[in-house]
């Protein structure tokens, strides 16, 4: 039911207007009046009408500068100015504002009545439109996620060009533009379920840091099971300093409140150029590294980690070493979960935290690649796969003499197993996919069809199945269910005579309106466009 607001500073016209038509009968709500523009602005930035309706000429504040404010403030309502004087200076001005109706008083309720039904289809016809575009941002989101994590692998690994980042950002709707920046790699999980991303109360700390955002100021980047990636931009050093602790602060006080959370970060080193990114995202990376050594919750700042902050000063001693530094379940978890991409930094962060004077010891180095290598082989062979895959190491050749060489040969065989780990998840992945696929073959005239719901089918969360999906595919899930139901839709426009608004039911989308904008945005052009043979760019 849309809402009618009233400003008349004559009473008697006032209460005529609201008494004399019965507005809950013709589908309206009077939802309140004033007598001048000054008394009303606050009641309807407070009640929000769909429709005002006001004289021009009042005491205090006119119609006309009311009508500019409430355009300004919410542009959505639509007015209708009420006038004593047929003054061609006034509709001109109205037209500006963006009056939708300009009548001439004394009028008739039926006559105004007449004027506001017209103007309620317009406003409904305005409303769908909107709606049928916040459908569409809501179903592209996904590609829009894709986008942005594309934007930021080009950014990390300095494969593109800053013309052409700053073009790819625009597309995707970002602001890069500034003089400093900085990198920071977050994670938060729940200690119950180490390896799930996907519960309330993950989504709902997602929801809140959301709230305190300014994407002027920071972006963020989904990078799928390894948490996300903070862009801090700022106009100094010194302001990227503040900036970045006043954030992670108030993410740390949040995260007080859930003690069944862990999070851990990695902070990078300050750049002032958008090229000079892969080095921040290299020390936030050798940071966020420590997230599979430590076990607390923890944000560390890559500032502190400079060489010797972390060294043990005394000579080699056997009775020095902490046997939990060298735990196998640090390695193990990292071949559960890590990135091939993150090897280099977490071992270098492994060795790091064992200290220099202790891994100059040649036995104790030998020790290492061998406690590593049967760790290693141990899980490729918990894969089903033949230890046969990972090079052992050749101690007695004099090869893994140096500190660099054992950390080049772990690094290898470590990057290794993950392939190995990679390579049998993606044939399991495969089935998995082959599964969806199958079912939206079978249910793409379900409109109820969506991530959420084939993520909960094939036991997986939504975000880990978008992941997976697009790795395996190539494209989106969102891209891949609405290219499917574009092309049988096709197929049913060519090939039946059937109605569109039918076609479209049967395609999964009930609103017809719905389905001839996202056809038109896909296919570019009408329904009827194409079934009348036209190519995209109307042409026979």
């Not at 400079?306 to 060298?326: M, T, V």
């Not at 993520?455 to 609405?482: D, E, R």
Request: charge should be negative; include cysteine; glycine fraction near 6%.
């Amino acid at each position: 039911m849309l809402k009618i607001f009233l400003v008349e500073d004559e009473f008697v016209i006032r209460q005529g207007i609201k008494n004399n038509i019965d507005w809950k009968a013709h589908g309206y709500e009077f939802c309140g009046e004033a007598s001048d523009g000054e008394l009303a602005f606050p009641m309807i930035q407070k009640l929000k009408p769909d429709i005002v309706i006001t004289d021009i000429r009042m005491p205090f504040m006119d119609g006309l500068v009311l009508s500019r404010l409430i355009k300004k403030e919410m542009p959505w309502i639509e007015i209708i100015i009420l006038s004593g004087y047929e003054e061609f200076g006034y509709a001109k001005e109205g037209i500006k504002i963006g009056i939708a109706g300009y009548l001439l008083k004394p009028i008739s309720s039926e006559d105004l009545l007449k004027e506001i039904d017209a103007l309620a289809v317009k406003i409904e016809e305005k409303r769908k439109e909107r709606e049928i575009r916040e459908k569409y941002i809501r179903e592209i989101e996904e590609n829009f996620l894709k986008e942005r994590k594309d934007l930021f692998q080009y950014l990390v690994t300095g494969s593109k060009s800053v013309a052409e980042l700053l073009e790819i950002a625009d597309k995707a709707a970002m602001d890069l533009s500034s003089l400093w920046y900085n990198i920071v790699l977050i994670k938060i999980q729940s200690m119950y379920h180490a390896y799930d991303e996907y519960s309330n109360s993950i989504i709902e700390i997602e929801e809140k840091i959301k709230d305190f955002i300014d994407e002027a100021q920071v972006l963020v980047f989904d990078r799928n099971l390894e948490g996300k990636a903070l862009l801090f931009k700022a106009d100094s050093k010194e302001e990227l300093d503040i900036l970045q602790n006043n954030y992670l602060t108030r993410v740390k006080n949040l995260l007080k409140n859930y003690e069944h959370v862990r999070y851990f970060g990695g902070i990078g080193t300050p750049v002032d150029r958008l090229s000079e990114l892969p080095s921040s995202f290299e020390s936030a990376s050798h940071a966020f590294a420590h997230r599979y050594l430590v076990p607390q919750s923890l944000i560390l700042n890559s500032g502190e980690m400079e060489e010797g902050a972390y060294l043990d000063k005394e000579e080699f001693n056997i009775s020095n070493i902490n046997p939990r530094q060298i735990d196998r379940s640090k390695i193990r978890e990292f071949l559960k979960v890590g990135d091939k991409e993150e090897a280099i930094y977490f071992v270098d962060e492994f060795f790091k935290n064992l200290g220099s004077n202790v891994v100059k010891s040649s036995i104790f180095r030998q020790y290492i690649v061998m406690d590593t290598y049967f760790c290693v082989v141990d899980f490729v062979e918990g894969l089903q796969i033949s230890k046969d895959e990972i090079d052992p190491p050749l101690i007695t050749s004099g090869a893994l003499q140096s500190q660099e060489s054992v950390m080049e040969y772990i690094v290898r065989i470590i990057e290794k197993a993950l392939e190995l780990r990679e390579k049998t998840a993606s044939n399991r992945y495969g089935d998995i996919v082959n599964e969806v696929m199958r079912y939206i073959e079978e249910n793409y005239a379900d409109e109820e069809l969506s991530l959420n719901l084939l993520a909960s089918h094939v036991n997986f969360s939504p975000n880990h199945l978008s992941m997976i999906f697009s790795q395996q595919t190539g494209q989106t899930f969102i891209k891949y269910l609405t290219d499917f139901r574009m092309n049988k839709a096709k197929e049913l426009l060519r090939c039946t005579g059937k109605r569109s608004s039918v076609i479209s039911m049967e395609v999964g989308y009930k609103d017809p309106h719905y389905f001839s904008y996202l056809f038109k945005k896909t296919q570019g052009m009408t329904p009827t466009q194409y079934r009348g043979g036209k190519n995209p760019e109307g042409e026979e």
